[in-house]
């Protein structure tokens, strides 16, 4: 017989058993849940007795998200004991999670200690990725592991950082959906935990999960006329080159709040839905860094931060997601090919440039033919195309590879003196060819050779992943000498390239870090 889940709160078990070790935190001692009130409620969500399923948390840097999420981990261990998965976008981010976070959390607090016996112990279920506990166990997995993240049936799900996990995993879908899959045999008794710093506009996970949400914002009240109202960056003023003038201005009596306002703000703050959700078991909530306690991330800062980046797309990017809390819109279009056209220089196509302090080749495999572009890259992604090259012949034969061998050994000279060779080829494997592709690189053998293949879906934390050996024998092991595949995301590395191409000079005499240098040479069939 089911018992009913015991009625207590996540926040209440913080307050009663949480303790912050010094290894894990700058304020060690005693969980204070009044230190970060906003985070009460949505740790409650996540209690045993609040009928939402899916609790959807997209916010800013220094916020404490990650915290409220371990104290759900502890609740459970301690008071709800039951399967749980925890997914960090990578199996190398895991275990990082497990050794700072989640160690400290067994080891610290007392409730906890007494329940999860300590790895070195013999039997002790106690591994760095696994504890086991009375009633249940803690299984810690990668985004990129479709091993992981089908190996348990969980009730309760903790998916942190999601618009870092990979668009598809291995091969077996969406991670969210995958990790989803494992706790539908709990029915009404499972809950999911979804968290993360937001990425790019119409591609962020939790952009679309929050959307979907009753959209909750944290409204604080004016310590001058009482008003409510939520927080935004465009009531932030300070004068030009003085951070330390910030001040907060009320959106209905416009008087100056100063940053020592904010811990009593903060106190009398709730949390009010913006919208119907689309499934009524799911909340969500959306805080951005301008509510970072006293002491954490301040005002003054985050105006520091704003003027660092200035002129600056890739910090202003950073800015937009870990300070807001909001995605970036890309401009997400390749530019006319007109406006490319008229952007070339006049550098010698076959002359590598200066500058250019190292050279890659990329090979798109075509029917007839083979097509390399030679590239030079600088610091910041700076690049030049300094060749564009057609081997004719079918992909199934051997003439063309052999001719793509011989531009391995040759020497590209330099502008000024000296020569370069290439240092790494990438080959697309993805086309019609793919068996006669993997076999002309089985023969070739060349360790500067790297198989590729573009894969669908945004991978910021890993745009690219391998090598992942495709060679097999017949019992299925993988030959560890045999061809290695590496796979690409494909929008993560469009995106890049479109966001470069949209870089302008303006009057400047300098090129912007990330500039994409064309030869006048190059024909506009190609641009």
């Known amino acids: 017989m089911l018992r009913p889940p015991p009625q207590l709160t996540v926040s209440q078990w913080a307050e009663r058993h949480r303790i912050l070790g010094s290894r894990a935190s700058s304020e060690p001692g005693p969980?204070?849940?009044?230190?970060?009130?906003?985070?009460?409620?949505?740790?409650d969500a996540l209690s045993a007795v609040h009928p939402a399923r899916r609790v959807v948390f997209m916010k800013g840097a220094q916020v404490g998200a990650t915290e409220s999420g371990n104290c759900w981990l502890g609740y459970i261990l301690h008071h709800v004991p039951a399967p749980v998965l925890a997914v960090q976008p990578t199996v190398e981010l895991a275990k990082r999670f497990s050794r700072q976070r989640i160690d400290p959390l067994l080891e610290e607090t007392p409730a906890l200690k007494e329940r999860v016996a300590p790895a070195r112990a013999r039997d002790s279920g106690n591994t760095l990725l696994s504890k086991e506990f009375p009633g249940?166990?803690?299984?810690?997995?990668?985004?990129?592991?479709?091993?992981?993240?089908?190996?348990?049936?969980?009730?309760?799900l903790f998916l942190?950082?999601?618009?870092?996990?990979?668009?598809?995993?291995?091969?077996?879908?969406d991670p969210i959906a995958l990790a989803e899959a494992r706790a539908r045999t709990f029915g009404w008794r499972r809950k999911a935990f979804l968290v993360s710093t937001p990425t790019i506009a119409g591609r962020s996970r939790i952009e679309r999960e929050y959307a979907a949400s009753d959209q909750r914002r944290y409204f604080v009240p004016c310590p001058h006329c009482g008003e409510m109202q939520r927080l935004k960056f465009e009531r932030l003023i300070w004068e030009k080159g003085d951070p330390r003038s910030v001040r907060y201005h009320c959106e209905s009596c416009d008087q100056e709040i100063e940053e020592h306002h904010k811990t009593a703000m903060l106190a009398g703050g709730e949390w009010r839905p913006t919208a119907v959700a689309e499934d009524p078991h799911t909340v969500g909530f959306h805080i951005s860094a301008l509510y970072s306690p006293v002491g954490w991330l301040s005002w003054e800062q985050i105006a520091r931060d704003w003027e660092a980046a200035q002129g600056k797309p890739e910090d202003l990017k950073t800015f937009r997601n870990t300070v807001l809390g909001e995605t970036w819109q890309e401009q997400g279009e390749a530019p006319d090919w007109e406006r490319l056209v008229e952007r070339r220089e006049d550098f010698r196509m076959g002359i590598v440039p200066p500058g250019a302090l190292v050279l890659t080749a990329g090979v798109d495999v075509q029917d007839d033919r083979l097509e390399c572009d030679v590239w030079g890259w600088a610091e910041g992604y700076t690049s030049w195309l300094v060749d564009h090259l057609v081997i004719p012949g079918s992909p199934r034969e051997r003439e063309p590879w052999d001719a793509l061998a011989k531009l391995l050994a040759r020497d590209w000279p330099r502008q000024g003196g000296g020569a370069m060779r290439i240092a790494r080829l990438c080959v697309d494997t993805g086309g019609r060819d793919t068996a006669a592709v993997y076999g002309h690189l089985r023969r070739l053998r060349d360790s500067r050779i790297a198989p590729t293949k573009g894969v669908d879906g945004w991978n910021r934390a890993q745009p690219v992943q391998g090598p992942t050996p495709v060679d097999a024998l017949v019992d299925g092991r993988k030959l560890r000498r045999g061809l290695k595949l590496w796979t690409v995301s494909v929008s993560t590395w469009k995106a890049d390239l479109y966001r470069r191409l949209w870089l302008g000079r303006g009057d400047a005499a300098e090129f912007p870090p990330g500039w994409v240098h064309l030869p006048r040479a190059i024909e506009a069939e190609w641009v």
Do not use: H, K, Q
């Open 160 to 173: 942190d950082e999601v618009d870092a996990y990979p668009g598809d995993v291995e091969g077996e879908g």
């Open 31 to 43: 969980w204070r849940t009044s230190r970060t009130p906003y985070l009460r409620e949505v740790m």
């Open 136 to 156: 249940g166990i803690l299984v810690l997995t990668g985004a990129n592991s479709a091993v992981g993240l089908r190996s348990m049936t969980a009730r309760f």
